[in-house]
């Protein structure tokens, strides 16, 4: 029941951003998206909805826990509906365990999110305005191509590689951003009758967590991934678990929950073919990620959530080649490293030729003039 209440949620969330896209418009509320609270007020003081929403969100998460997540995210709804497909086709992809569901959107938060802006912010004037209407609702949106790409790529093909809520795990800032007040929310799941150890609550869990070692561990999910599905709870079929309320003078807040889980989730491995371990290979994997996404993040109008999306894929596709032979699995590998290169060389061009732009344009454009004399002429 409370799963079907759930995704009703899920569809309102996408009645209500139709209605303001195609009925309100933006002549009152501009764009709500969670990138203001970065762009526009750490960066230049700006407070519009996009903010507003980031600080009732971070609010909420402190009394109920990332319930934004896991029922009124429309990506979340996005890889939802992606794993119900996959899974009407017979499709079941492994849930990912590795270190990286802490690190890399912690990564992705800092890098292209909080230190450019903050560093913005302290070399120019930051003043406090209420602009309620700005930015416009399309304005942090990619254009229709790659808006679909992103859509496809991060809600639909990350499923395939990396389980159910792959791009909530692996790449989502904001999920990061929430961790903070997760673990000091009232409400959580937590213990509260006799665990019999069956692991469905760990096998229902779609962000990985190991939610059997917590709740008999901690008494609580003390993850700071949980995103407060509730899909342990009414899969639980000895009601051990509930999400409850308890004083925030009794909760133990540690360090180690923001910190990336030991792998206890392994003795499941080894049972089931729900999850799959990377962590051996997760440095490999970082760093492969990394420079995937760095390589093509901004060529052809490309946002960081489909580069990274697409630099995750490709390292995937790398590491686990399914090639048969070797030959046809060294030529793709090179294949796919030599495309990323490519960009990647592309993007170190354009960032001197603009560096010299900017600092020598004088000598830039008589130089230019001297050599392609007759060229120019024709402009
Ligand atoms: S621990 Fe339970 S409530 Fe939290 S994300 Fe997993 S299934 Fe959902
Ligand atoms: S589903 Fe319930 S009984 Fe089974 S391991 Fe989880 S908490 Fe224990």
């Known amino acids: 029941m409370i799963q079907k209440f759930r995704i009703l949620t899920l569809i309102m969330i996408h009645v209500l951003i139709l ?7 933006d002549s009152i509320v501009g764009s709500i998206d969670f990138q203001e609270f970065f762009h526009s007020f750490i960066k230049l003081g700006i407070i519009n909805a996009g903010v507003l929403l980031v600080i009732i969100a971070f609010l909420f998460t402190l009394i109920f826990g990332r319930f934004f997540c896991g029922w009124a995210c429309h990506f979340g709804a996005v890889q939802e509906l992606s794993w119900f497909i996959l899974n009407k086709l017979n499709i079941k992809p492994k849930t990912i365990d590795s270190k990286l569901v802490t690190i890399l959107p912690l990564i992705i938060l800092l890098n292209l999110y909080i230190i450019p802006n903050v560093f913005f912010a302290l070399n120019h004037p930051w003043n406090i305005t209420l602009k309620m209407n700005e930015p416009s609702i399309w304005a942090f949106l990619p254009g229709f191509i790659i808006g679909t790409l992103t859509f496809f790529v991060d809600g639909f093909l990350i499923i395939y590689f990396l389980g159910r809520k792959g791009f909530c795990r692996f790449i989502c800032p904001w999920g990061a951003f929430l961790k903070i007040p997760n673990s000091l929310a009232l409400f959580k799941v937590r213990k509260t009758g006799e665990c019999t150890n069956c692991h ?8 990985g967590i190991d939610v059997n070692y917590e709740i008999n561990k901690f008494n609580k999910v003390a993850n700071t991934n949980c995103t407060s599905c509730m899909l342990c709870v009414s899969g ?51 760093i492969l990620i990394l420079l995937f996404a760095n390589a093509i993040d901004g060529m052809y109008g490309i946002g960081h959530f489909l580069a990274y999306g697409i630099g995750i894929i490709g390292s995937f596709l790398i590491i686990n080649n399914p090639q048969s032979l070797k030959i046809t699995k060294y030529i793709t590998n090179i294949l796919i490293i030599g495309i990323f290169f490519w960009h990647a060389l592309i993007k170190i061009n354009i960032s001197i030729g603009t560096q010299y732009y900017n600092t020598d344009t004088p000598n830039i454009f008589q130089q230019t003039i001297r050599l392609y004399a ?4 024709e402009y």
């Not at 209605?19 to 418009?25: A, N, R």
């Not at 469905?200 to 962000?207: D, M, S, V």
């Open 19 to 25: 209605l303001h896209v195609f009925y309100w418009g």
């Open 200 to 207: 469905n609550c760990t096998q229902a869990c779609p962000i």
């Open 236 to 286: 639980c079929p000895s009601n051990a678990l509930s999400y409850s309320y308890q004083s925030p003078l009794k909760e133990d807040v540690k360090l180690s929950y923001y910190l990336p889980t030991t792998s206890k989730i392994n003795s499941l491995l080894s049972k089931n073919s729900y999850f799959k371990s990377i962590r051996k290979q997760d440095w490999i994997y970082l």
């Open 374 to 377: 007759e060229k120019m002429g």
